[in-house]
């Protein structure tokens, strides 16, 4: 609604001050004045106002289209009121001046005060107990608990993105980068921290109570224990002692901290505390402090790459870490009889020697493939592993998307893993809980649509299918920022008005837009222009394609677009045999293109009962021509003048004429002899 | 089995004594057992006529396999040309003397040999005629046909007439002219 508002308020008015662009009908963007202390890795803060309230301070994140922001939660929380979290006003797509591109702008109330700790990374003097349970604790609790009652996660919360506040601190927006992209490692579980930023996905509250807990800690501390440390060896502190030990070290706790914290950083997320306990112990209930969760240990370690792993989920950290030496370990076959004689686990001790004995191939692929299944097995609740990709299964689709455009390879081995069925094994693998057949499904849905090649499937359907919010990478409306179908043919206009246009008018990321977000899905035109035999017949499931577009959702009038694809229309209207069908349908798209409506375009050139006469009546026209050609033969050899018919037809016509004469004599005989 | 029950020949001519020629034959015996009691009752008549159509006769052998036509047309005039020594003959009581008064005036020759050369010359001018006459109704359906063909191919274009490889030309005629304009 407010993206449509912005749009349609872009375009109605034409005077604005220059270095302004508007968001929504009341918000305003300047572009001249940059807010960089807001600054997102992938979003550039500018100032905004609000027309009705100039005086409100406020800022505007400008959205990277490589790294949308999490466009379906925006409304979720623009509803949320009177909460200590900066929630998204207005926001949309709006022109940004002089570069002739459209970005997606969130406008945001803005913090009042700084960022309660300047430089988290430096050391700072640590908060009391009270402050933090007061300013922290408590204000956390309440923006947490709405964001759950909603069904959203905040995934932003550090010490980055907490200002001071009226009464206590106030948490940052978390909507401006995809969930988890620019979270720091340390404060993401084991788990999401093992995955690369872009593959931690939405997560679950119990991701947001971590991160909570990590915070009190740094604020207790006064400092980040592991600042400096890279993140292989922040998440391989947790994994060896515990997030609990591993984030404070020796820093004392007080009784009344050690048991929320206990709670908070527990590394079994079925364990770790939820949102109703921490309320609990905020209103005075005492709970028991939990006991530090350790890893599972194996009876001996095991040494990979000259060091002595105790656990397995060490070692998969190493290993997925040094993929080569990896590799190796595998090849050499001693791990199989490691896990049997050392893990406690049979189950995983069966998996890990299963996979092995059988996994072990002389294919690269299939060694990856292979390493990758036994990291599962190792640590089954860690993220999927493959050479560098490394995600959580439900962020698969977010990881494609973000690594689409780039060289890094990353792209290629999602599509690796999920044909290779890496998301089942590891939901089979899982040692918790049961397997849940629908997200099973929705993974080999997603290698059905990998698996296919054709327009309208392959990698950019599965981007769209499986990110709904994710704006279209087509290369013909990159920097329009088209993330809704409604958006999609006034962007090909603006393209078509600049006049660089390819010969085609849509591209496979466009198809693949189409199907992924037009409802119903055009499974016809996709069927049509996957079963396109030729070109003349791909032409027309795209020209239908882009009528069906504007009869759904408008506009009414595409003068320039009609042109383009008027161009396009070309040869199939040529494609007509019948030389009056040919002119009628030129004469449609002539009257189309003046009005600007592909409706009428395709109406007039590609009419199906047309098209069927045009068919049925060149056959008949090719027989008869056939059929007079046989005819011209036979009479150019003499069909009629041959000997032998003359002779026939001479006979019998003497015998005619004879037969006239004598008859005539008869009669002249008759009479003369009677009368 | 018996021999009678033998099948026809291998070469599809008919064997001896097969159904169709024995009909056949009982045929023309039966004509003949109809004809010769009325050639002896008019045996004048027979005479006479016997012999003023002798130039069908030869007709008959003369054109060989054309012989039917050509005895037909050279016939019905010979024959007209009958009346009159026939209906002298009549009118002299039918009778022997009468047929050898009738053949002994040459006069009633005259009639039925011109008729009967008269017929010959027909059969041997209409040819030509029919010649050229269907040489003209060849030209004209030509003619009409290639123009109907025009009309197609206007229509249609040269695909029409399976000329892929004109077609092929004229297409990428078109899609060069139209990759230039774009």
């Not at chain 1, 049979?346 to 060694?367: K, P």
């Not at chain 1, 299964?393 to 690796?416: E, F, M, T």
């Not at chain 1, 359907?461 to 409604?486: A, M």
């Amino acid at each position: 609604m407010a993206a449509k508002a912005s749009d349609q308020q872009q375009e109605a008015s034409g005077k604005r001050p220059a270095g302004e662009v508007a968001i929504g009908r009341h918000i305003r963007l300047r572009t001249t004045q940059p807010m960089p202390q807001f600054d997102r890795k992938t979003a550039k803060a500018y100032a905004a106002f609000d027309k009705r309230s100039p005086n409100t301070p406020m800022y505007a994140l400008v959205c990277d289209e490589s790294a949308p922001p999490r466009l379906n939660i925006l409304a979720t929380l623009s509803r949320i009121e009177n909460m200590p979290f900066v929630v998204p006003v207005d926001w949309g797509v709006v022109d940004w001046p002089d570069t002739g591109e459209r970005r997606f702008a969130v406008a945001f109330e803005a913090p009042v005060g700084e960022r309660i700790v300047p430089d988290p990374e430096r050391s700072f003097r640590p908060w009391r107990d009270e402050k933090i349970v007061e300013h922290v604790i408590a204000p956390a609790v309440r923006v947490l608990t709405e964001l759950d009652s909603r069904g959203v996660t905040h995934r932003g919360i550090c010490l980055e993105n907490i200002y001071t506040g009226s009464s206590g601190v106030v948490f940052g927006e978390s909507v401006g980068v995809p969930a988890g992209l620019i979270q720091p490692t340390v404060y993401e579980t084991i788990q999401a921290g093992q995955a690369a930023p872009e593959g931690r996905g939405e997560g679950t509250p119990a991701d947001d109570l971590y991160a909570l807990g990590v915070v009190i800690v740094m604020l207790l501390r006064g400092g980040n224990r592991m600042a400096g440390w890279s993140d292989e060896d922040a998440v391989a502190e947790k994994i060896a002692n515990g997030s609990y030990f591993a984030l404070l070290g020796r820093t004392s706790v007080s009784l009344k901290l050690m048991e929320p914290l206990r709670g908070l950083l527990c590394d079994i997320e079925a364990e770790r505390w939820e949102l109703n306990d921490l309320e609990m112990w905020l209103n005075g209930r005492q709970l028991s402090p939990m006991q530090a969760t350790l890893p599972t240990k194996a009876r001996r370690p095991f040494t990979f790459d000259g060091v002595e792993y105790i656990s397995p989920q060490a070692l998969a950290h190493a290993m997925a870490n040094r993929w080569p030496a990896a590799l190796q370990v595998m090849r050499h076959g001693d791990m199989d009889l490691w896990a049997q004689r050392n893990l406690p686990n049979e189950i995983q001790a069966n998996r890990i020697r299963g996979l092995l004995v059988g996994g072990q191939t002389g294919q690269s692929g299939g060694e990856d493939r292979g390493l990758a299944r036994l990291l599962i097995a190792l640590d089954p609740a860690a993220p999927i592993r493959m050479r560098n990709l490394a995600a959580r299964p439900r962020a698969l689709a977010k990881v494609l998307a973000l690594n689409y455009d780039k060289s890094n390879g990353v792209r290629d081995l999602v599509i690796h893993a999920i044909l290779a069925k890496l998301p089942q094994r590891w939901i089979e693998f899982q040692l918790e809980g049961t397997p849940d057949p629908q997200e099973i499904q929705t993974f080999e849905r997603m290698g059905f649509f990998l698996g296919r090649n054709q327009p309208g499937y392959g990698v950019e359907r599965f981007i769209y299918e499986f990110n709904d919010d994710w704006p279209c990478l087509s290369p013909l409306v990159r920097g329009q920022f088209v993330h809704t179908i409604e958006s999609l043919l006034p962007a090909l206009e603006r393209l078509a008005e600049s006049g660089d246009t390819p010969s085609e008018p849509v591209d496979r990321h466009i198809i693949a837009f189409c199907a992924a977000r037009m409802y119903p899905q055009p499974e016809r035109l996709l069927q049509g222009l996957a079963d396109a035999r030729d070109s003349i017949t791909r032409q027309r499931a795209i020209l239908h394609l882009l009528a069906q577009l504007q009869r759904r959702h408008g506009p009414a009038k595409l003068p320039a677009l009609t042109r383009w694809v008027g161009e396009f229309a070309n040869p199939v209207v040529d494609s007509l045999r019948n030389q009056k069908l040919k002119d009628r349908a030129r004469k449609a798209l002539e009257r189309a293109v003046e009005l600007g409506s592909l409706v009428e375009l395709v109406a007039g050139v590609d009419d199906p009962e047309a098209r069927r006469r045009d068919v049925s009546g060149f056959e008949i026209a090719q027989k008869e021509y056939e059929r007079i050609t046989r005819e011209i033969d036979w009479l150019e050899n003499g069909g009629l003048t041959a000997a032998p018919r003359i002779a026939q037809a001479s006979a019998s016509a003497s015998a005619a004429v004879s037969g006239l004469c004598s008859g005539l004599i008869l009669m002249f005989l008759t009479l003369f002899y009677v009368l | 089995m018996s021999s009678a029950r033998r099948q026809p020949g291998a070469n599809g001519k008919a064997a001896p004594g097969r159904p169709g020629g024995t009909r056949k034959a009982w045929s023309n015996i039966a004509m003949g057992m109809f004809l010769l009691p009325v050639m002896a009752v008019l045996l004048p008549t027979s005479i006479v006529l016997g012999v003023l159509m002798l130039p069908t006769l030869a007709a008959g052998f003369v054109g060989r396999g054309r012989a039917r036509m050509l005895a037909a047309t050279v016939g019905m005039l010979n024959f007209a040309g009958c009346v009159p020594p026939l209906v002298e003959l009549w009118g002299l009581g039918h009778t022997l003397a009468a047929t050898g008064e009738v053949l002994g005036e040459p006069l009633m020759w005259f009639g039925p040999y011109l008729a009967a050369a008269f017929g010959w010359m027909i059969f041997l001018t209409i040819p030509p005629l029919v010649h050229r006459y269907y040489e003209t109704v060849t030209n004209n359906r030509l003619s009409a046909l290639r123009k109907h063909q025009d009309r197609l191919r206007e229509e249609w274009g040269d695909e029409v007439a399976g000329d892929e490889a004109a077609a092929d030309d004229t297409s990428a005629d078109k899609a060069g002219e139209a990759s230039a304009a774009a």
